[in-house]
């Protein structure tokens, strides 16, 4: 006999989610709890894995281009390599490579943009940063010294309406006397690489050979400091400290954390809250089960009488509802997974059909002119779990209710 009612919970829950109640009304709210839970999961899939496709973003683009650790001289450095072999006895150093950095402004054809200026040595360059790996036109090894040849981002080579082979003038931020009087200082370059990392840095950054960028700085010959490349980006604050104290007062440094590091924690709290706020559209949906359960009990209580008088335990009554409120569960979840795993993964697509048919750009105020998407598995089956667990435990309350009927009563009023 325990051998057939193991069996008939899942027979009659099945049976009683694939009938038409009499009620319709029933009918609906059932139904609305699967898509509510559908929606719910395909929604929270979604949101987190454009939530990780920022994170790495800002991981292997911005970081990518950003320092992660640099140190600078408080005088000129005569020897970068030299300062690069005091610092190579630490195994969290990846690459280290020289820079000379200065801000000024570019003009082409009056255009005119503000723009990072970093002098760099293209070779050392690639092992520290991903600019080589994402040349849109030409090559990072056209930096020859002495050419006053520069490299643009594809944003402010677009700004400034230049292309290669054009001569752009940099204009800095220091004047000089002359017998016309007080001039800014001018330099012309010609253009002959342009980057595209698809980030903000492409609107901000223009690479030059260092030993150009010296001679406009006046320091012929020398470098600021040399950047460092980390295998482990989190440790450069750390890494950073023990520096200072290693080099002494003649060397200070910096890490990425100060320039970007409000940025990382930002997107790791958002992720966060928007994974507890829209897991409320599960529990919306779990709230829904209850409710179509309770009113599919208070319907069927003339059923749960017959089959109490025919023999079932109380446990078996529990057991049926609690399978037919499973399903409902499982399938909205099941269903919500794959239309979340496929919009995760055509996002971004998405986006760009939005911009392209509304000629319009949802993303230029962002650190990323795009929308990136990751999906990730292990989120995946987070959310299934979770959702599973609160879709079972919704069902937990009506079939205790159904359990609780008795046949006497119920078959009163039938």
């Known amino acids: 006999m325990r051998c057939m009612f193991r069996p008939l919970s899942f027979y009659v829950g099945l049976r009683y989610t694939g009938a038409r109640a009499r009620n319709s009304f029933i009918s609906v709210i059932t139904l609305i709890s699967a898509l509510g839970l559908m929606l719910g999961v395909a929604v929270l899939i979604t949101v987190l894995s454009v939530m990780n496709g920022f994170d790495r973003e800002l991981q292997t683009r911005i970081l990518g281009m950003v320092t992660h650790l640099s140190v600078h001289g408080r005088e000129p450095v005569q020897d970068w390599q030299a300062l690069a072999n005091r610092l190579d006895h630490h195994d969290q150093i990846e690459a280290a490579a020289p820079f000379v950095q200065l801000e000024g402004m570019l003009t082409h054809r009056g255009n005119v943009a503000g723009a990072l200026i970093n002098g760099i040595e293209p070779e050392a360059e690639r092992k520290v940063s991903i600019v080589g790996d994402f040349m ?40 000089t006397i002359s017998p016309a009087g007080v001039m800014p ?22 690479y030059v050979n260092m030993a150009d960028a010296a001679k406009l700085a006046r320091q012929a ?9 980390l295998n482990d980006l989190f440790s ?5 400290w023990k520096l200072q104290q290693e080099l002494g007062p003649n060397y200070y440094t910096s890490d990425w954390t100060r320039s970007h590091g409000n940025l990382f924690q930002a997107i790791k709290m958002e992720k966060t ?15 829904n089960i209850i409710s179509s359960q309770v009113m599919l009990v208070t319907e069927k209580r003339g059923n749960i009488a017959v089959l109490r008088t025919l023999g079932a335990s109380p446990g ?14 499982v399938a909205g979840t099941l269903l919500g997974t794959v239309l979340g795993v496929l919009l995760a993964t055509n996002v971004s697509n998405i986006a760009e059909w939005v911009e392209r048919t509304f000629n319009t750009r949802l993303f230029d105020a962002y650190f990323v002119n795009y929308l990136p998407s990751e ?27 159904a359990s609780r009927v008795q046949p006497a009563e119920a078959l009163r009023y039938e």
Do not use: C
């Open 136 to 175: 849109h036109q030409g090559e990072l090894e056209s930096l020859a010294p002495g050419e006053f040849d520069v490299v643009l981002g594809y944003g402010l080579a677009r700004r400034l309406g230049a292309e290669l082979g054009d001569k752009i003038t940099l204009v800095l931020p220091e004047a």
């Open 221 to 229: 010959g020398t470098v600021q400091g040399v950047r460092l490349k």
């Open 316 to 329: 078996t009554i529990m057991r049926i509802f609690m399978v037919q409120g499973t399903l409902i569960g």
């Open 375 to 401: 999906l990730q598995w292990s989120d995946v089956g987070t959310i299934v779990g979770i959702a599973l667990f609160i879709s079972f435990s919704a069902t937990l309350y009506p079939s205790w209710r």
């Open 273 to 287: 809250m928007m994974t507890l706020l829209l897991s409320f559209i599960v529990a919306v949906a779990a709230f």
């Open 236 to 240: 450069a604050s750390n890494l950073g």
């Open 185 to 206: 200082r001018f330099k012309r370059f010609t253009v002959t690489g342009i980057f595209r990392v698809r980030a903000e840095v492409d609107s901000l950054y223009a």
